[in-house]
């Protein structure tokens, strides 16, 4: 069974940086794309970056310049830089696998990030 398992979450004050991380476990398979998607309170979840195995990235337009995707084989990181108060939300790793029996999507369980002072 797929397990996806972050950390690095946490507290930072605004303008400061963290570094998230989501190893993807119980698969010989490589994942077409791995991203990262947020859920701030009352908000519906959103891309924050994705990408694909190919190399390919797509950033929120909210976190260009300022968040970095990079994917070394199953583990997929977010480096954020300059983080901000609006960049508080619950992140969630995400996975995308299509094989022969079909297209699977896998979630982590989601890692809190909160800026403030």
């Known amino acids: 069974q797929v397990q996806l398992v972050e950390s690095g979450g946490g507290l930072v004050q605004p303008g400061g940086s963290l570094r998230l991380s989501c190893a993807a476990s119980?698969?010989?398979?490589?994942?077409?794309?791995m991203g990262w998607y947020r859920q701030a309170p009352g908000k519906q979840r959103e891309l924050v970056a994705a990408r694909t195995a190919g190399g390919s990235t797509n950033y929120a337009d909210s976190v260009k310049g300022r968040f970095t995707i990079s994917r070394d084989k199953n583990t997929v990181y977010l480096q954020m830089n300059s983080l901000k108060p609006e960049d508080t939300a619950v992140y969630y790793c995400?996975?995308?696998?299509?094989?022969?029996?079909?297209?699977?999507?896998?979630w982590g369980q989601g890692t809190q990030v909160t800026v403030s002072s």
């Open positions: 119980g698969t010989p398979f490589s994942f077409n794309a």
């Open positions: 995400n996975a995308v696998q299509s094989l022969l029996s079909g297209r699977y999507v896998y």
